[in-house]
C-alpha cells in the first residue's frame, strides 16, 4: 500500500481542489501502466483501461482543463456496510513509495 504520510503534502496546497488534482497525478505516477479488464467486450483497446489516466484539454469556453479519471477498486462490504463513508471501502493499489518531486511545491 503506498501510505499517506501527511507532512509529505505539499505545504502550498490549501484546497481541496488542489490536493484531488495532486493526489490524482501522484496515483498516475505510481501506476503509471497498470491496466484492468474494465467492462467484456469493452471497445477500449483490447479491452484493458488505465488504472489512472490524466489528459488536459482545451474546452470549449478556451480554458485549459486537467482530466482525471481513477477507477478505484471498492472492498465487496461496500454495498452492506453502513457504518463507513465510502472512501474507507477503496483497496489500496500498489505498495510504490511517493517521489521525492511529489512531496515539494
Given at each position: 500500500?503506498?501510505?499517506?504520510?501527511?507532512?509529505?503534502?505539499?505545504?502550498?496546497?490549501?484546497?481541496?481542489?488542489?490536493?484531488?488534482?495532486?493526489?490524482?497525478?501522484?496515483?498516475?505516477?505510481?501506476?503509471?501502466?497498470?491496466?484492468?479488464?474494465?467492462?467484456?467486450?469493452?471497445?477500449?483497446?483490447?479491452?484493458?483501461?488505465?488504472?489512472?489516466?490524466?489528459?488536459?484539454?482545451?474546452?470549449?469556453?478556451?480554458?485549459?482543463?486537467?482530466?482525471?479519471?481513477?477507477?478505484?477498486?471498492?472492498?465487496?462490504t461496500y454495498t452492506s456496510d453502513r457504518s463507513k463513508k465510502m472512501w474507507m471501502f477503496?483497496?489500496?493499489?500498489?505498495?510504490?513509495?511517493?517521489?521525492?518531486?511529489?512531496?515539494?511545491?
Amino acid at each position: 500500500m503506498t501510505a499517506l504520510v501527511r507532512s509529505e503534502i505539499p505545504a502550498g496546497i490549501t484546497t481541496i481542489a488542489q490536493l484531488h488534482t495532486w493526489s490524482g497525478l501522484a496515483l498516475e505516477e505510481l501506476n503509471r501502466g497498470v491496466n484492468y479488464k474494465e467492462a467484456q467486450g469493452s471497445a477500449i483497446d483490447s479491452g484493458l483501461a488505465p488504472l489512472v489516466d490524466t489528459s488536459i484539454i482545451s474546452a470549449a469556453d478556451g480554458t485549459k482543463r486537467l482530466i482525471l479519471r481513477t477507477s478505484m477498486e471498492l472492498a465487496p462490504t461496500y454495498t452492506s456496510d453502513r457504518s463507513k463513508k465510502m472512501w474507507m471501502f477503496t483497496q489500496n493499489m500498489s505498495n510504490a513509495l511517493l517521489p521525492a518531486n511529489f512531496k515539494v511545491d
